[in-house]
């Protein structure tokens, strides 16, 4: 797969998501605890419009990096309108951005998974195409799942709707993209898992 062009299509097909939402699901809670739509879609144009070194000196101002992604998050929801922030996931879909670790494997996962922050609590049928998700399944490792808090000790991830599973244990069943988002760190909407396990990965 060409993962660039991944990531390009991502893109657009998340701007155009963001272009159909009404007014009020800007404002709607995502799986990113804190966070409505909008400081998600904040968040994930940030690195396009940001340089590099505003972005350290923002960290230290912040005095770390994650209370600085989420400053910022709030910052820009607040001054920007929806328009713009969808516009700027379209304009930017060849962005070479890529987070600080992981290269552009990372940046399409970045991408992916908080289109489905977004997407989920919505209740909007966004299908992640089978060849990106296998990407990401594929590169799931302990260390990886570790940074974002998960513990899977146990727990083996079967997937519905694709040849796929991960680990060893009582199984926890769903689609593909639904454990992409458990392995990292998301709870759900109650329903979209099933397994004896479901109720360690789901959303008080």
């Known amino acids: 797969m060409d993962i660039r062009a991944a990531i390009a299509a991502e893109r657009r097909e998340l701007a155009h998501l963001l272009d159909a939402l009404a007014p009020e699901q800007w404002d ?26 505003r972005v350290v000196a923002e960290v230290v101002r912040a005095r770390g990096l994650h209370r600085m992604t989420d400053r910022l998050a709030r910052k820009d929801a607040a001054a920007l309108p929806p328009a713009a922030l969808a516009a700027a996931l379209r304009d930017h879909a060849h962005h070479p951005w890529t987070p600080p670790v992981g290269g552009f494997t990372a940046a399409l996962g970045h991408d992916v998974l908080h289109g489905l922050d977004i997407a989920v609590p919505l209740g909007l049928d966004r299908r992640v195409p089978e060849d990106r998700l296998r990407v990401l399944l594929d590169g799931l490792t302990p260390r990886g ?3 974002f808090g998960v513990d899977l000790d146990g ?3 079967h997937a519905d709707d694709l040849d796929w599973s991960y680990g060893t244990g009582d199984p926890l069943r769903g689609s593909a993209q639904d454990l992409l988002l458990v392995a990292f760190g998301r709870k759900l909407p109650p329903g979209r898992l099933r397994g004896a396990p479901r109720a360690r990965f789901a959303a008080a």
Do not use: Q
């Open 155 to 157: 727990v083996a991830l």
């Open 28 to 53: 709607a809670l995502t799986l990113c605890t804190g966070w409505r739509v909008r400081e998600v879609a904040a968040h994930m144009s940030m690195g396009f419009r940001y340089p590099f070194p």
């Open 145 to 147: 799942m570790k940074f």
